[in-house]
């Protein structure tokens, strides 16, 4: 039935937008791209771009990313837009204005916070991604190498890499499937997963060493502000991972990241191990995300934060 919504929904269009939502990830990078190499092998009649901002370096060898545009450039009114992994669609950022022009929208996501805010919506909360979605959208014998690659780097992001409780029966098929196409899924995991620049290890070591453990050690925080990105010379696209590694410290059920986007307001990850949904923790100031994992922006300081989020997961462990 999903799959015959989209087919019908390209059938009738001649100008299509992909958009995912800002400071993509993999697996919003992976879904993209994948969905947008799909449309350019089997819909060639289809004036197809697609909208994010600029991508990690990592992913700069995925076939198509060289098409991406940053920025609206053209003054255009598209027949479809596809809105693909995000939650709202205030998260798509710059290419929300064209999300809001187009005669028809479609929102494909697997955020537990989505409100189905698209013309048509498909949401699965229980997906491990939204690249295991765009796939089971996708006709199979059509799925290329280079399609799979980009599905397989999205589900593996989402995922931890196989590891976290979202990967279900469903997911691992989906995996073996896209393998099947002949890709290095080895490679493309160290190179856009485990490996880090000399700085990102830098950073990632400070957090490391400045976390503290709160609540009987059941949480663990870092923080970094803002002068001390600029001192170490990263951005917000290499603090990946910091959190989650943070959460496999032994006896923590919940981890938090945050970083100093301006003066006094940082931009919080979190995530959880089997008791807390820390997507309600999230979404009481104005975020969303995961039962596992979700992020939002709050204000204050370094203390204001962790005083305001400390009392949320208080309330999580009082319900047990």
């Not at 064209?98 to 698209?118: E, W």
């Given at each position: 039935?999903?799959?015959?919504?989209?087919?019908?929904?390209?059938?009738?269009?001649?100008?299509?937008?992909?958009?995912?939502?800002?400071?993509?990830?993999?697996?919003?990078?992976?879904?993209?791209?994948?969905?947008?190499?799909?449309?350019?092998?089997?819909?060639?009649?289809?004036?197809?771009?697609?909208?994010?901002?600029?991508?990690?370096?990592?992913?700069?060898?995925?076939?198509?990313?060289?098409?991406?545009?940053?920025?609206?450039?053209?003054?255009?009114?598209?027949?479809?837009?596809?809105?693909?992994?995000?939650?709202?669609?205030?998260?798509?950022?710059?290419?929300?204005?064209?999300?809001?022009?187009a005669l028809h929208t479609y929102c494909i996501d697997h955020h537990a916070s989505n409100c189905s805010f698209a013309d048509d919506n498909y949401i699965v909360p229980?997906?491990?991604?939204?690249?295991?979605?765009?796939?089971?959208?996708?006709?199979?014998?059509?799925?290329?190498?280079?399609?799979?690659?980009?599905?397989?780097?999205?589900?593996?992001?989402?995922?931890?890499?196989?590891?976290?409780?979202?990967?279900?029966?469903?997911?691992?098929?989906?995996?073996?499937?896209?393998?099947?196409?002949?890709?290095?899924?080895?490679?493309?995991?160290?190179?856009?997963?485990?490996?880090?620049?000399?700085?990102?290890?830098?950073?990632?070591?400070?957090?490391?060493?400045?976390?503290?453990?709160?609540?009987?050690?059941?949480?663990?925080?870092?923080?970094?502000?803002?002068?001390?990105?600029?001192?170490?010379?990263?951005?917000?696209?290499?603090?990946?991972?910091?959190?989650?590694?943070?959460?496999?410290?032994?006896?923590?059920?919940?981890?938090?990241?945050?970083?100093?986007?301006?003066?006094?307001?940082y931009k919080v990850s979190l995530r959880s191990k089997k008791e807390v949904d820390v997507s309600v923790i999230a979404g009481y100031f104005g975020g969303g995300g995961?039962?596992?994992?979700?992020?939002?922006?709050?204000?204050?300081?370094?203390?204001?934060?962790?005083?305001?989020?400390?009392?949320?997961?208080?309330?999580?462990?009082?319900?047990?």
């Amino acid at each position: 039935m999903v799959r015959k919504m989209l087919n019908k929904l390209l059938q009738d269009a001649r100008r299509v937008a992909i958009g995912g939502h800002v400071r993509p990830d993999g697996d919003c990078v992976g879904s993209c791209m994948g969905l947008y190499r799909y449309m350019k092998d089997n819909y060639p009649e289809i004036i197809t771009d697609v909208y994010l901002e600029p991508i990690p370096e990592k992913f700069g060898f995925i076939r198509g990313t060289e098409d991406i545009r940053s920025e609206i450039s053209i003054d255009a009114v598209y027949d479809l837009f596809i809105c693909l992994d995000c939650g709202d669609a205030e998260r798509l950022g710059f290419s929300a204005s064209l999300f809001q022009s187009a005669l028809h929208t479609y929102c494909i996501d697997h955020h537990a916070s989505n409100c189905s805010f698209a013309d048509d919506n498909y949401i699965v909360p229980d997906a491990s991604s939204t690249s295991e979605l765009v796939y089971g959208l996708l006709e199979k014998d059509k799925v290329t190498k280079e399609i799979a690659e980009c599905l397989y780097i999205g589900i593996a992001h989402d995922t931890g890499v196989f590891q976290y409780s979202c990967a279900s029966p469903a997911t691992f098929r989906a995996a073996a499937e896209l393998l099947e196409t002949g890709i290095d899924a080895a490679s493309l995991i160290d190179a856009t997963y485990y490996e880090k620049s000399y700085a990102q290890n830098q950073v990632l070591g400070r957090a490391l060493l400045e976390s503290i453990v709160f609540m009987d050690g059941k949480c663990i925080a870092a923080f970094m502000r803002k002068s001390q990105l600029e001192f170490y010379g990263v951005s917000p696209k290499d603090l990946d991972g910091i959190v989650a590694q943070l959460r496999l410290t032994r006896g923590v059920e919940v981890a938090i990241f945050a970083y100093e986007t301006e003066k006094d307001l940082y931009k919080v990850s979190l995530r959880s191990k089997k008791e807390v949904d820390v997507s309600v923790i999230a979404g009481y100031f104005g975020g969303g995300g995961h039962v596992r994992a979700a992020g939002c922006t709050m204000p204050g300081t370094v203390h204001d934060v962790l005083n305001n989020l400390s009392r949320q997961i208080e309330l999580q462990f009082a319900k047990e």
